[in-house]
């Protein structure tokens, strides 16, 4: 059986019992203190999960803000976005998954400890790489351990080299230049998931300029999580959405938040509602206020 959306932690405990392909990936991490994820996965993962860091090897290598603010990239291939996170270019990040043993044929199951903030944006990239078969552990590591799943703590030995092949993408990726060119048009509607103050420019604790991208909606990620740690039922995502949209076509919507980060839970939220696919503005907000020459909106 393949998961393309959410695995719950007996789903997954009952996969790994099968034998069936699978790597489990836990993508745990802070972004005020980068190294945190790293250690959280020391102390305790599932047995034989890989570590996939946000910084190292979800991102492209960048360098300190440039001139207007935009991050400077710094590898030799090009990242594929902008913004405070880039999204390493679809090649670099085939070269990654293969030095971890990941292969065509396998299941994926990501997780994190943070309400799937920072897990889904390696969902996201594997549809984005062409790659149907990846799931979000339903709750986290805390479900796992809830339901009696083992964890083991240190390193996991290394996994032999494969050669994962890309195939088109299965989601898009929205440019800046994408978003400015349909601003106002029916055919997009954009989504915010950062927190409402953030949105509403009354704080901005990480970006140069506070406000939001004209005519977004607002709805932060964190109101796809029940008050058990898991996603909310389909049927409350799918009314919850409908009202955000009120009437818009769900397959306009564009989704962003800081740093194409956190607007992922919100993107797997619509499909787990039967509303997606939908598009990803990777760069997001942090991209698109570092051209002082795009418009910015507040409250």
Request: charged fraction near 15%.
């Amino acid at each position: 059986m393949t998961y393309t959306t959410l695995i719950s932690a007996t789903e997954l405990q009952a996969q790994i019992g099968s034998g069936a392909p699978l790597m489990v990936f836990d993508c745990s991490f802070d972004l005020t203190q980068a190294s945190a994820g790293a250690q959280q996965y020391g102390e305790a993962h599932i047995p034989g999960a890989v570590y996939a860091d946000l910084n190292n090897h979800l991102s492209a290598k960048h360098g300190a803000p440039g001139a207007g603010g935009t991050v400077t990239a710094q590898e030799a291939d090009k990242p594929a976005s902008g913004g405070r996170h880039p999204l390493p270019s679809r090649e670099r990040f085939a070269m990654w998954l293969s030095s971890v043993g990941f292969a065509n044929h396998m299941q994926a199951v990501v997780y994190d400890r943070q309400g799937a903030n920072y897990c889904g944006r390696l969902w996201w990239m594997l549809k984005w790489a062409g790659h149907d078969a990846v799931a979000v552990l339903d709750g986290g590591l805390q479900a796992w351990q809830a339901a009696g799943g083992a964890v083991a703590s240190g390193e996991e030995p290394a996994h032999f080299q494969s050669n994962f092949a890309l195939k088109p993408p299965l989601r898009r990726l929205a440019t800046a230049r994408d978003v400015l060119a349909a601003l106002g048009s029916p055919a997009q509607n954009v989504i915010d998931a950062r927190a409402g103050a953030r949105y509403r420019g009354e704080v901005e604790p990480l970006d140069p300029v506070a406000g939001h991208i004209p005519g977004a909606l607002n709805r932060p990620f964190t109101e796809n999580i029940g008050s058990d740690g898991r996603f909310k039922p389909a049927a409350t995502l799918h009314a919850e959405f409908g009202a955000l949209l009120a009437g818009r076509d769900p397959t306009t919507v564009v989704h962003q938040c800081g740093s194409g980060v956190s607007a992922v839970p919100n993107l797997l939220a619509m499909e787990v509602a039967g509303l997606g696919p939908t598009a990803l503005f990777a760069g997001s907000w942090s991209e698109w206020c570092s051209d002082p020459t795009r418009p910015v909106e507040k409250g």
